[in-house]
């Protein structure tokens, strides 16, 4: 399968740890996307990557959120110090033109 | 960025056809209509998108209105698979920003 990969699927935490997501893209897919969903609501945009660059990030990206695509290839997004309100689905997404490609998710469950 | 408007939930046979009507009344010339619905348990799916003509693909049929304040999205035969959100949303290519901004969408029901 040659779709965008995430890992893990699901994260169970206490309050206060740090977590790692990790995505891998589709091959040679140079733009990366996260987005964050809560139950009942349509995903939220987190941030965007073009190659290693991070060309925007939401709002909703506090500075306890930090995401690296250090080659331009995978993608890691860490949430320092997490809080009950962190618990949601966390997409990712690759493009090479216009459409995104979702991959399956990882669902956190901050207790 | 531009909003959309769709309703909350809509219900179809199998086999029937299915219209998903969405408003997007303050779009701009350089807004670009896309769908994409989300299974359930799944990542959203490109669906279909348009910038003026209607298009047609594999999976579904998109109806832009002459004005481009509405449009919709036409599943010729709902199957049990189909069952899903499905969220139009508006992409403004000169805009700079690439993200895609998801409303609630409609949640689609198809009964066998």
């Known amino acids: 399968d040659t779709g965008v990969s995430q890992n893990p699927r699901h994260k169970i935490t206490k309050r206060g740890q740090n977590v790692t997501f990790r995505c891998d893209p589709i091959s040679e897919h140079n733009r990366l996307y996260w987005y964050r969903q809560t139950l009942g609501q349509g995903p939220e945009f987190l941030t965007y990557?073009?190659?290693?660059?991070?060309?925007?990030k939401s709002r909703l990206l506090s500075d306890r959120f930090s995401a690296e695509r250090p080659k331009g290839s995978f993608s890691t997004l860490e949430i320092q110090r997490t809080e009950q309100g962190d618990s949601a689905m966390y997409l990712c997404a690759s493009s090479l033109f216009d459409t995104q490609y979702f991959g399956p998710g990882t669902r956190l469950t901050v207790l | 960025d531009a909003k959309t408007t769709q309703p909350n939930s809509m219900e179809s046979n199998e086999e029937e056809p299915v219209h998903l009507p969405c408003n997007h009344s303050t779009i701009s010339g350089t807004d670009y209509i896309h769908w994409y619905r989300q299974l359930p348990s799944q990542g959203p799916e490109y669906v279909i998108h348009g910038l003026t003509s209607n298009v047609n693909n594999r999976m579904a049929s998109l109806a832009i209105a002459e004005d481009r304040k509405s449009s919709t999205l036409i599943l010729h035969r709902a199957t049990l698979r189909d069952a899903a959100v499905y969220y139009c949303i508006l992409r403004d290519v000169k805009g700079g920003s690439e993200k895609l901004v998801f409303g609630k969408g409609t949640k689609l029901t198809v009964n066998p």
């Open positions: 990557f073009q190659n290693e660059a991070q060309l925007e």
